[in-house]
């Protein structure tokens, strides 16, 4: 099990962290990433942590401003936002999977998704 948290509301330019902990699996073991839902559009694929630590965005409007993260100890994987746009604004999901972290399909246990809302 995934559990996202770490949304909220955050002016433009602001920052958040969300935290993916996960439960009942070893998060080491596995490819982790966090994919976007915006109100009224589909679900894109934001960035993977791969578990040979290989990090993979891919948004170029997030280049820059968006880092993965996580910590085998605690069983957590954390996406740190800066300079938050109102573009950013959806729900994050965490997922993992043991596939091609490149690959979308790869990630097929997902978090229920946190709001993020960015305020211009």
């Known amino acids: 099990q995934l559990q996202a948290s770490g949304g909220g509301l955050v002016q433009a330019g602001g920052s958040l962290r969300l935290s993916c902990a996960a439960s009942?699996?070893?998060?080491?073991?596995?490819?982790v990433g966090w994919f976007r839902q915006a109100p009224g559009k589909e679900r894109e694929f934001v960035i993977t942590?791969?578990?040979?630590?290989?990090?993979?965005i891919f948004l170029d409007s997030l280049k820059g401003r968006f880092t993965i993260s996580r910590d085998n100890a605690k069983n957590t994987v954390y996406l740190q936002m800066n300079s938050l746009k109102p573009e950013d604004t959806a729900v994050y999901y965490c997922a993992a999977g043991v596939g091609p972290a490149y690959s979308a399909s790869t990630f097929v246990y997902w978090g229920q998704g946190t709001l993020v809302t960015v305020s211009s």
């Open positions: 009942g699996r070893t998060i080491s073991t596995y490819n």
């Open positions: 942590h791969s578990r040979s630590a290989v990090t993979t």
